[in-house]
């Protein structure tokens, strides 16, 4: 597994409160067994984007977007099941 992710303030656009960032999650082939079968679970990327823009030194509000190509794979930990598909995902944060 490996990911990464990088940030920019677009200050150097006359755009100092909007951030942008991007980002890429690696999963690795793993493998299931069983008492009869080992089943191969393939590797696969996922690559992530936010946009997030500062209000005040209070308040801000963000847009991520996980799964951008809409990959579909399958995600095992002790039991297995399909990944989340792609998604937006809005919030309003309050810092004090």
């Given at each position: 597994?490996?990911?990464?992710?990088?940030?920019?303030?677009?200050?150097?656009?006359?755009?100092?409160?909007?951030v942008i960032g991007g980002g890429?999650?690696?999963?690795?082939?793993?493998?299931?067994?069983?008492?009869?079968?080992?089943?191969?679970?393939?590797?696969?990327?996922?690559?992530?984007?936010?946009?997030?823009?500062?209000?005040?030194?209070?308040?801000?509000?963000?847009?991520?977007?996980?799964?951008?190509?809409?990959?579909?794979?399958?995600?095992?930990?002790?039991?297995?099941?399909?990944?989340?598909?792609?998604?937006?995902?809005?919030?309003?944060?309050y810092q004090w």
């Amino acid at each position: 597994m490996a990911s990464i992710w990088t940030d920019y303030r677009l200050a150097a656009l006359g755009l100092p409160k909007v951030v942008i960032g991007g980002g890429a999650r690696y999963i690795g082939t793993s493998y299931i067994s069983s008492s009869d079968t080992n089943q191969k679970v393939d590797d696969y990327p996922l690559y992530d984007l936010k946009i997030s823009y500062e209000v005040d030194k209070n308040w801000s509000m963000a847009m991520k977007a996980q799964n951008l190509t809409n990959e579909k794979y399958l995600f095992c930990n002790s039991t297995c099941r399909y990944g989340d598909e792609r998604m937006v995902i809005g919030s309003v944060n309050y810092q004090w």
